[in-house]
């Protein structure tokens, strides 16, 4: 069976330091991938998807990027966090068919 | 655009009484319909989806939705509500052509004793 994997769970860190989460899935291949964002335990955002070993769409222009240097891993970065950063992120695959999201645990994420 | 919405923050009902929770959509295209729930610090679950067929469609934990598309809505029910039920429940949508899955708003249910 197909599992994501997203860590840290909670990340403390100081305005203008760099940022780097991981996501993995396990059990499937060619996924695609999601990083999304939650402020305040509402709407959700979607930061970046990738359908393929170096393909990142951006949606939202701003102090955060996105890698996918391997098939089922996915990186989100930030060269300096800003307070604005805070929220919880979370990583999502799907299968090629464009079906369902399928969430990981998330990173509550606190910048001060 | 596409997009979803859902016009209640919060859903209040009493246990064992029905529940329903609205979402309407607007997208230009064959929507695909989902509802997620999230707990408290988790990431989110699958409920159910709709892509073709069957306007009524069944998911877990005894959730259903209905489909309508003169209406453009995709409203959760259950008949029996659960104070376990309670949560923050999101819709989305994505058109068939599309990678992106957009959520709305998220409403909050809570079911009490």
């Known amino acids: 069976s197909q599992t994501i994997h997203q860590w840290p769970a909670t990340l403390v860190q100081p305005v203008g330091s760099p940022l780097s989460l991981e996501c993995t899935v396990e059990?499937?291949?060619?996924?695609?991938l999601y990083w999304y964002r939650q402020a305040a335990g509402r709407g959700l955002q979607l930061l970046f998807y990738?359908?393929?070993?170096?393909?990142i769409s951006s949606e939202v222009p701003q102090n955060l990027s996105a890698s996918r240097p391997q098939d089922r891993q996915f990186i989100l970065s930030s060269k300096k966090l800003l307070l604005s950063d805070s929220g919880f992120y979370l990583c999502?695959?799907?299968?090629?068919?464009?079906?369902?999201?399928?969430f990981g645990s998330g990173t509550q994420l606190s910048v001060l | 655009a596409q997009s979803v919405a859902q016009p209640e923050d919060q859903v209040n009902v009493a246990e064992g009484n029905p529940l329903t929770v609205k979402c309407t959509y607007s997208?230009?295209?064959?929507?695909?319909l989902f509802w997620y729930v999230q707990y408290p610090n988790r990431g989110l679950q699958f409920l159910l989806k709709?892509?073709?067929?069957?306007?009524l469609v069944k998911g877990s934990y005894g959730f259903e939705a209905e489909f309508n598309k003169s209406q453009t809505s995709f409203h959760l029910k259950k008949p029996s509500a659960l104070v376990s039920d309670s949560a923050l429940y999101f819709c989305?949508?994505?058109?068939?052509?599309?990678?992106?899955?957009?959520f709305g708003s998220g409403t909050r249910l809570l079911v009490r004793p």
């Open positions: 709709y892509i073709t067929g069957d306007n």
């Open positions: 989305a949508v994505r058109v068939d052509s599309s990678y992106k899955l957009i």
């Open positions: 059990g499937t291949s060619n996924p695609n």
């Open positions: 999502a695959w799907s299968d090629q068919g464009g079906g369902e999201l399928f």
């Open positions: 997208v230009s295209g064959n929507p695909y």
């Open positions: 990738s359908v393929g070993i170096g393909q």
